[in-house]
C-alpha cells in the first residue's frame, strides 16, 4: 500500500510539474492548483474507499463513472472510450467493425436479433431477425442488454464465438459463427426514382462516405441521372472533411464550405474545395429531417448558403460542434469537442447552449433574443442557433399513443417474425403492401396482447375530473362524467382503425426486412414517402426550383 501511495504521489508531482509549465501556454496557475488539488482529492477517496468501504469496491467500475460524470458536465459529445469498445469507436470512423453482422434490441428477458447485414458471418451462418441469443459461448444472455451482448459478439477477424438461439415456431439452434471485418454501407442504396431523377441515401458520414457517394453518383450517370435528390434524414453526421468532399461534388475549387472556431488558435481553420466538382449545375434536392446532425447539417448548410441545392424535409437537429480523437494510455481513446463550426454564410446551427447551464441543469436552446439572421449567396435569410431550416417544409405526422404503443412493446416486430415465418416470399420491396386480411391477422394477434395506453382526450378528462372531484362537483353529474369518459377512452379496435394508415407503414417496413434487409427498407419506404414526393415534383418543375433558390 506504501508502495501504492508513494508511487502515485510521484505521478502527481510529475503531472503537477507539467501543468504548471504549460501555464504559461494559456492556462493559469489558479488553474492548475485547482486540478492537482482535485486530483489528490480523487486519489485519497479512491484509497479510503479501498481501505474501508463495507464492500469490495471495483476501483475500474468508480472511477470510470468518475470520468463520465465529469466529461457529461461538459457535453454529450465528450466521451472516453474504453479498449473494450474500440470496435464501437472503429464503426464510427471507418463504418468497419470486427464481429458477426447483426443489429440487436432488448426483447422482454433476452436480446433478440433486430437486423441481419447481408453477406456477412451472421447472414451466412443463417440466424435470423426474431432470433433471442439464450447464450453466448455457454453463458446465459438472460437479463442482459443489447450494448452488453454487442461487444461480446464483436472480435477479431477469424475468431469464433458460439451462439445458441431460440427460434420462434422453430426451437432452439447452436450456431458457431467466425467473426469477420463487417462493412456497413454509408450508402446502403441509390437508384433512378423517377425519369431521370437520381436519388442516393446516405446514413453516416464514415471515412467511404465521399467515396462511395461518388461511386453512386457516377453509376447514376451512366443510367442518364438529370437531377438529383440526396438523402440525409436520419443521418447523424461523422468526418467533417467527407462533408467537405461531398459539397466539393456541386461546387468550385476554391470555396469555402465550412470554418471552425475553437478555443486554441490552432482549432480555427477554413475549409475549402480542393477538388473538380462532379456538376455545378445538376439540380440537387437534400432531404433532412429531425436526426440530420452535424456533419449532415455542414452540407445541408453549405449548399443552402450557396444556393446550390433545394433543402425539403423538416428542421434539422442542429449539432454545431467539433469533436476530435485523442490516443489515450492502455488503448483509451478521448473523443473531445473542440471547436464550432460555421457555414459559408457565417451561422453556427448549434441548437443548446453547454456553456452556460446551471450545475445539474440540463443544457437549454439559445435564446431567441441572442438568434442571428445571415444571408445566402442570392439573399435569402437563413438563421444560426436552431439548425437548418428547410427551403420546402414538410410537416412529419406525429406517431399516435397506440402505435408508440406497439412499436415499444416489440408487437409489430414479433407479428413481422410470425409473418416470416408463415410466408416464405413476398412481392418486390418497392411494391409489397399489405392487405385486408394480414391487417386482420394482425388485430387478431393483439387480442391477448396486454396493451397499456391512453389517447389524449380520455387524460384530459381524468385531469378534469380530478379537478371537479376537488371542488365538490361530482355528486349531481357522476354518471354524466362516466359516460363521456367511456366515449372517449381508449379502444384497441377503434383506434386501429383510426392509425391503421401509420401502423400498416411500419408494419410493411418491418416485414420487408425479413426478405430484403436494409436495401429494402429504404425502397419500400419510397410507397408513402412525402418528402421524396416533394422533392420529385419539384425536380419535375424547374421554374420552381429556380423561384426557390432564387428568393422569389
Known sequence: MKFRINKLKTILTLLSFGLFAHSNNGM???????IIKNLELINQITLELDKFFVDKPIPGKLMKAA?????????PYTVMMNESNIEDYRLMATGQYGGIGALLTNHKDYVAIAEIFENNPAFEAGLKAGDLILSVDGKSMKGKKSDEL????KGPKGSKVKVEVERPFVGKKTFEITRAEVEIPDVPHHTIVKGNIGYIKLTTFSQKAYSQVKSAYEDLEKQGMKSLIFDLRGNGGGVLTEA??????????GQEVVRTKGRLEEENRVFLTENAPKSLDIPVIVLVDGMSASASEIVAGALQDLDRAVIVGTNTFGKGLVQRVVDLKYGSKLKL??????TPSGRCVQRLDYSNRKEGEAAKAIEEDQVTYFKTKNGRKVRDARGVDPDVEILEPGMSRLTAELYLKQLIFDFATAYAHKNKSISKAEEFQLDKKTFDDFKTFLKDKELNYKNESEEALMRFLDIAKNENLMDDSNAEFQKLLAAVAASLDRDLEKNKKEIIEILESEIVSRYYYQKGRVMHSFIADDALKTAINILENPTRYKQILSGK
Not at 468532399?245 to 468550385?252: L, R
Open 28 to 34: 493559469a496557475q489558479s488553474d492548475g492548483f485547482e
Open 150 to 153: 454487442s461487444e461480446m459478439l
Open 337 to 342: 469537442t473542440i471547436a464550432r463550426y460555421y
Open 244 to 253: 467537405v468532399n461531398i459539397v466539393n461534388m456541386f461546387i468550385p475549387r
Open 67 to 75: 470520468i463520465d460524470a465529469m466529461l457529461m458536465e461538459l457535453d
